[in-house]
């Protein structure tokens, strides 16, 4: 089973400044096979990234993905105060067919 | 545009069989080969656990821990598909989330693009005497 590891834990910053999520897997992956999601309190998460670059349909460019092999990285490039919320990358494996989360990152806003 | 919604108890007692089912709308269960359906837990303040996915046409992908107690079924005459896990202990307790998994073949070495979208609005099951 393909392992997650996200960091920071917890993100603390003021609005405007840029926001730098990671996520490392166990094994190297295809980015094809890495997706990021933002979870607001009581709500269901959302679809921001997949293939580990391509923004969701309607999400703010000033969202990106990057990252390729074992290291990926989630960037808000001007925080709002919106973006308050936990961030979690998942990944897919074909052996077994399976999806694993990261534990996620969660990001203040000051 | 495509909407789900989970239903069932939201009690169940250890040792018994925690059932959910989740309604499709807004578009055919069967519609496309890249839709498959899966179920998403959440335990209380904690992080993000996939259960398991089916396709349209009965095959189904469970995450090897929760093999033996599990299982999923669709029902492509109303819309909907649904979850089975037996033997529920305390550690059940979850909001359950029934979600569209998308697997897109992007024509690389057999590679698929793969997420979660849309999900259901999610359902606490709570396990307890």
């Known amino acids: 089973e393909i392992v997650l590891t996200q960091s920071p834990g917890t993100l603390s910053l003021s609005p405007g400044e840029r926001a730098t999520l990671s996520c490392r897997t166990s094994q190297s992956i295809s980015t094809s096979y890495l997706a990021w999601y933002q979870q607001k309190p009581g709500q269901a998460p959302r679809l921001l990234i997949y293939g580990a670059s391509d923004r969701a349909t309607g999400i703010p460019d000033r969202f990106s993905g990057s990252g390729s092999g074992t290291d990926f990285t989630l960037t808000i490039s001007s925080l709002e105060p919106e973006d308050s919320a936990v961030y979690y990358c998942q990944q897919y494996s074909t052996s077994p067919s399976m999806y694993t989360f990261g534990q996620g990152t969660k990001l203040e806003i000051k | 545009q495509l909407q789900l919604q989970e239903s069932g108890p939201g009690l169940v007692k250890p040792s018994e069989t925690l059932s959910l089912t989740c309604s499709v709308s807004?578009?055919?269960?069967?519609?496309?080969?890249?839709?498959?359906w899966g179920w998403i837990r959440q335990p209380p303040g904690k992080g993000l656990f996939w259960i398991g996915s089916?396709?349209?046409?009965?095959?189904?992908y469970y995450n090897p821990s929760l093999r033996s107690r599990l299982t999923l079924s669709v029902d492509t005459s109303k819309n909907q598909f649904s979850l089975k896990l037996s033997s529920v202990t305390a550690a059940d307790t979850a909001v359950y989330y029934c979600?569209?998994?998308?697997?897109?073949?992007?024509?690389?070495?057999?590679?698929?693009?793969?997420?979660?979208?849309?999900w259901g609005q999610g359902t606490l099951v709570t396990v307890s005497s």
């Open positions: 979600v569209r998994d998308q697997r897109i073949l992007t024509g690389y070495r057999g590679f698929t693009l793969n997420w979660f979208d849309p």
């Open positions: 807004g578009g055919s269960i069967t519609s496309s080969t890249t839709n498959y």
């Open positions: 089916i396709y349209h046409a009965g095959s189904t």
